[in-house]
């Protein structure tokens, strides 16, 4: 079956734009995270969809944001990008109800954004 | 809070070496444990999980032992090979909730 697949691989931006960064999980799997990468503070979680809603949120500014349809796939956006935001974005699926314990995520490739 | 502390790498080794990453955690009740790993340009893969104490994952060659009276979960393999020079993550998921914790990572490179 296909893994999870983020879009696009690579992006630049410049300081102060918005960007747009999409997930599709497995088939199936109706929870969906999203972690910011990075050398410095390496993985870092940004927020849980389940079934539409937010059910967590790490503790990132509120210009990261995101959202979930009724078909799992999910979007991930930033906007007034800094250049501290440049990161290796993550998303990973998990077939789950309410609990995690026991299961794994399965990761996407990310993508690469870079802001100059 | 729940958090992962992992052995600081880079770690080299020669092939057909034996390899153990430390992984100790902190976390109230009774979590699962995980190894992933990220090979260059690529996302996290499972490696292996555990999600009760004494149990044993294993994959690849690669085993940890969920240890809760030392809450530890070590990644041992007793010959390393050039193909798993990557970077290892230890991760922890609370009982309740979707969110893991990661460890920092550790880079490991294996030389012919």
């Known amino acids: 079956k296909a893994g999870v697949t983020q879009t696009p691989r690579y992006l630049i931006k410049t300081r102060g734009q918005q960007v747009t960064l999409s997930c599709s999980p497995i088939?199936?799997?109706?929870?969906v995270s999203w972690y910011q990468q990075t050398p410095g503070q390496g993985l870092q979680f940004l927020f849980e969809y389940f079934s539409e809603t937010q059910r967590n949120k790490g503790n990132f500014p509120g210009r990261f944001s995101g959202r979930q349809f009724s078909n799992s796939r999910s979007e991930m956006n930033v906007s007034t990008l800094e250049l501290g935001d440049s990161a290796l974005y993550l998303c990973?699926?998990?077939?789950?109800?309410?609990?995690?314990?026991?299961?794994?995520?399965?990761f996407g490739s990310g993508t690469r954004l870079t802001v100059v | 809070g729940d958090s992962v502390t992992q052995m600081e790498g880079p770690v080299t080794l020669s092939e057909e070496a034996f390899l153990t990453i430390n992984c100790t955690y902190t976390a109230t009740g009774y979590p699962s444990l995980f190894w992933y790993v990220q090979y260059p340009g690529e996302g996290l893969q499972l490696l292996l999980k555990a999600t009760k104490a004494d149990d044993k994952g294993s994959n690849k060659g690669f085993e940890a032992t969920y240890r809760k009276e030392t809450t530890s979960f070590h990644l041992e393999k007793g010959s390393v090979q050039v193909s798993d020079s990557a970077v290892y993550f230890c991760?922890?998921?609370?009982?309740?909730?979707?969110?893991?914790?990661f460890g920092t990572g550790t880079s490991l490179t294996v030389i012919p």
């Open positions: 088939s199936g799997h109706r929870s």
């Open positions: 991760a922890l998921s609370p009982n309740t909730g979707n969110q893991f914790y």
């Open positions: 990973a699926s998990s077939a789950h109800s309410d609990r995690t314990s026991g299961y794994g995520y399965t």
